[in-house]
């Protein structure tokens, strides 16, 4: 992974989340990717919750053309107006040095540039305090939060410093534990989710 | 599982989550299960106070029940699936409050010092054990009990008059006994048959003795404590009170003249005199005997007739059917029954009947006109005296025997101990000598039906005063007159089966339905609840081993102190 690699601009945010459009040539970063909005102060963090590729008038009419060229398609793709969009969840900021892991105090601007944090950033960020980030993924219902856990903490895990895996990981799952053992359903999707990328096939797979 | 901890080392166990002084204390395990037993000993810290119970249950649970019917092992990796279980499932302990002593501030700190000054200088009262009477506070820490918090509510061993009589189960941390409170009031040792109640008796009553807290008396009807036996299970020696403490300090008396235990001679024998026997011994017997409601004014007629010393021997020299001619026809003759009982407005049939029934009494051997001496006296002597004495009842084993030489023993001890406790109080006299009465099969002589009768009764009521308690040894307590069981002070029981039984050890006790449960569920053998008045609260013990380390012990000459610290060590060497 590149350090600090433009994600794209702020297109409308609230201090809950926010949308980022940006160009398909820019590569979108993945689902679950973790993203900071640099600000005056610091940052404000997020999590990739969801991307989607909005349609216009020439791709409607494209779908419907029978026999429709690869030079049009990678055109329509590559020179499209309609930006890729991303929701963003803000999971935390830094202000004075400072890492919080609540909602930031005011929301980014528009066409603010997003940036991929970097696994510096990633790992500074997820290894401070106790995960109170958490809330903010959990307890969102309108959120993929099953799946969006389990991204966000396979890419924390690799972020952390090797020594620090396993414990970091499970100082994780007690937390998610903690915060839905009074929701049996929501922890038994979660906890499938995250034993779906940690389960020793998926890391014999991944060595 | 035996969790073994250095001294001084409380090993934390969870932390409190509900409960009250009614519903006892529940605290959320953050260790296993199998790290504690039923029976454990809690200390919970809270604030400037701890709190001393006992485990009575251990509760599985689940944050949310669907959490206990998934089996996350198979759906989950090992680590997700370990960190599952921990947090959504649970063990609860509910703890039975008891004891609570003020701590104060956490030593080392200045708030401490401060606390230590203002007791030193008499503005705060020295901490003490109470009661239970508040709670702790939420999430108070728990652990399992250190040895320094069993020795601060049960003693210490070199302290005199305190001696160990087991160990806690889980972390062998040796358990006292206070041996002057124990004797301050009448105590019982219960169990079924087979939980090693004769151990245990052997154990105390060697305490008493090595302790020199009170002059023993066993009433021994089966021959176990006084000499040698062989233990039924394992078949190995164990060895009696005598060849612990040898002749001088243990004496063993066999019933009758010539009486021999097991092939071996008692240091003296025990036979009554036909005096020595009064009216309420006979109406004692009612039951062995099978005596009629006409019995108490038959004797009645014959106290008066013969006085109280001699009515035994002149109705046991009657003729029951003898007859006369006296010139016209054929008459009781004056030596008989029947004549005596005419003259004395006695119904002829009652009499006969009675005379008829006492025979079994008239041919015990064991039953003098003339002894050459004074044998009750003789023990009761030696017990004033602070020897031990072991009644062997050699082949007279008949409850009958056991019935009548018991009461008519104790009540003359109990008529010697009232006098010389009164001339004591007169202030002329020396102070009585503290008496222990140990009394196996303790049913026969303290049940419902002649305990108002037997002197033994009135000991476990009143006799305290005087100096004499009994040791009450049982297999079946619910057997005991309840009067009788609600006086006894300390208890000592092993596993009992029977619901009654244990309904009776455990009357007149605080938090008995809690500690139910724990009797059930004892081991069959070596483990024991102690409970009661004698002990500062109750508590589950493995009983200690009568072996060489405790001969050893006994046989030492010292009486406490550096003797119980290597015996400690000998028995604990973890």
């Known amino acids: 992974m590149m350090e600090n690699l433009t994600a794209g601009r702020l297109l409308r945010a609230n201090t809950r989340a926010c949308v980022v459009g940006c160009h398909i040539r820019q590569s979108p970063p993945d689902f679950g990717s973790m993203i900071f909005i640099p600000n005056q102060d610091g940052k404000t963090f997020g999590l990739v919750y969801d991307i989607h590729v909005d349609d216009d008038g020439l791709v409607r009419q494209l779908a419907s053309t029978e026999n429709v060229s690869e030079e049009v398609i990678q055109d329509n793709r590559l020179n499209r107006n309609t930006p890729i969009e991303m929701s963003i969840l803000f999971i935390g900021y830094e202000a004075n040095q400072m890492i919080f892991h609540s909602l930031p105090p005011h929301p980014p601007l528009s066409l603010d540039k997003v940036v991929l944090c970097s696994e510096n950033e990633i790992r500074r960020f997820t290894s401070f305090g106790h995960f109170g980030y958490f809330r903010s993924i959990l307890n969102n219902p309108e959120l993929p939060a099953a799946d969006l856990t389990a991204a966000h903490l396979n890419l924390a895990y690799q972020a952390q410093p090797l020594k620090d895996r396993e414990r970091w990981k499970n100082a994780a799952v007690e937390m998610i534990i903690t915060l839905l053992r009074d929701n049996p359903n929501m922890l038994n999707q979660v906890l499938f989710a995250v034993s779906d990328i940690f389960s020793p096939q998926s890391n014999a797979q991944e060595a | ?574």
Request: a negative charge; hydrophobic letters at 35%.
């Open chain 2, 1 to 574: 599982m035996s969790q073994k901890q250095l001294p001084g080392q409380s090993i934390p166990i969870g932390y409190v989550i509900d409960g009250g002084l009614k519903a006892n204390l529940r605290i959320r395990l953050s260790v296993p299960p199998t790290t504690t037993r039923e029976g454990s000993f809690i200390v919970i810290k809270s604030g400037n106070w701890q709190f001393y119970g006992i485990a009575t249950d251990l509760q599985l649970g689940a944050v949310d029940p669907r959490f206990a019917d998934t089996s996350s092992s198979q759906h989950f990796p090992v680590d997700i699936a370990a960190q599952f279980k921990k947090q959504t499932l649970h063990t609860d302990m509910v703890v039975m409050p008891a004891l609570m002593l003020e701590s104060g501030p956490e030593p080392g700190t200045p708030a401490y010092a401060a606390w230590q000054e203002e007791i030193d200088r008499g503005e705060r009262e020295a901490p003490s054990l109470l009661p239970v009477k508040t709670i702790p506070s939420h999430q108070s820490d728990a652990f399992l009990a250190n040895a320094g918090d069993i020795a601060e509510i049960f003693g210490k061993p070199e302290q005199d008059g305190y001696f160990i009589i087991g160990k806690t189960r889980e972390q062998d941390h040796p358990v006292c006994i206070n041996l002057d409170k124990l004797i301050q009031r009448s105590s019982g040792i219960f169990g079924a048959t087979g939980t090693g109640k004769s151990f245990l008796t052997r154990i105390i009553l060697s305490g008493l003795i090595k302790h020199d807290r009170a002059s023993v008396l066993v009433y021994d009807m089966h021959n176990e404590y006084g000499l040698d036996d062989t233990a039924s299970d394992t078949g190995l020696n164990v060895k009696g009170l005598r060849s612990l403490f040898g002749k001088s300090g243990v004496q063993i008396v066999g019933l009758g003249s010539g009486a021999d235990i097991r092939g071996i001679s008692p240091d003296f024998n025990l036979t009554l005199s036909c005096n020595d026997i009064m009216p309420e011994d006979i109406e004692m017997l009612s039951r062995e005997l099978n005596l009629r409601e006409t019995t108490a004014a038959t004797l009645d007629a014959l106290v008066q007739a013969f006085g109280r010393t001699g009515w035994f021997k002149a109705f046991k020299d009657m003729e029951t059917e003898g007859t006369v001619f006296d010139g016209e026809k054929m008459v009781p003759s004056p030596e008989s029954v029947t004549f005596w009982a005419n003259n004395h407005g006695v119904h002829p049939m009652a009499a006969k009947g009675l005379h008829s029934k006492l025979k079994r009494l008239f041919n015990k051997k064991y039953i003098l006109d003339n002894p050459p001496s004074d044998s009750i006296q003789a023990v009761i002597e030696a017990l004033k005296k602070g020897r031990h004495i072991v009644l062997s009842f050699g082949k007279y084993e008949t409850d009958l025997d056991y019935l009548l030489i018991s009461n008519l023993l104790t009540r003359r001890i109990r008529e010697e101990w009232e006098r010389t406790t009164n001339i004591f109080r007169n202030g002329r006299g020396p102070e009585p000598r503290q008496l222990v009465i140990a009394v196996e099969e303790a049913h026969k002589l303290l049940n419902r039906e002649i305990a108002s009768q037997t002197t033994f009764s009135t000991i476990a009521r009143e006799m305290r005063k005087y100096y004499v308690t009994l040791l009450v040894i049982d297999q079946r307590p619910s057997q005991i007159y309840d009067e009788v069981m609600s006086q006894l002070g300390t208890r000592v029981c092993g596993w009992l089966g029977d619901d009654d039984d244990i309904h009776a050890v455990l009357s007149g006790l605080a938090g008995r339905d809690a500690l139910r449960g724990m009797l059930a569920r004892l081991q069959p053998k070596e483990e024991a609840l102690l409970l009661g008045w004698g002990v500062p609260m109750p508590i589950l013990i493995q009983s200690r081993r009568y072996d060489d380390a405790f001969y050893a012990e006994m046989k030492n000459k010292s009486k406490k102190g550096l003797d119980q610290q290597r015996a400690i060590e000998a028995l604990y060497p973890d």
